[in-house]
């Protein structure tokens, strides 16, 4: 006869760890929630990426310099 509850006693120690990698999981969601929200909000004077730079053309690098107009 076949023994079957090593298989079962490895689907219940399989899917308590599931369980518990879900509990993690959503701790970690409402933690980092609860940073977001207590987190000061950002400014949204300037973008970061694009400050500085007005629009229209922008002046060449200086490695490009040496072509001189005549």
């Known amino acids: 006869m076949a023994k079957k509850s090593k298989t079962t006693f490895q689907k219940m120690e399989k899917e308590k760890n599931r369980q518990q990698k879900q509990r993690d999981k959503e701790s970690r969601r409402v933690q980092a929630r609860a940073t977001k929200a207590d987190s000061e909000p950002r400014s949204m004077d300037e973008d970061p ?3 500085g730079i ?3 053309p922008q002046p060449l690098p200086e490695q490009w310099d040496y072509v001189k107009e005549k």
């Open 54 to 56: 007005k629009p229209g």
């Open 49 to 51: 990426d694009i400050a």
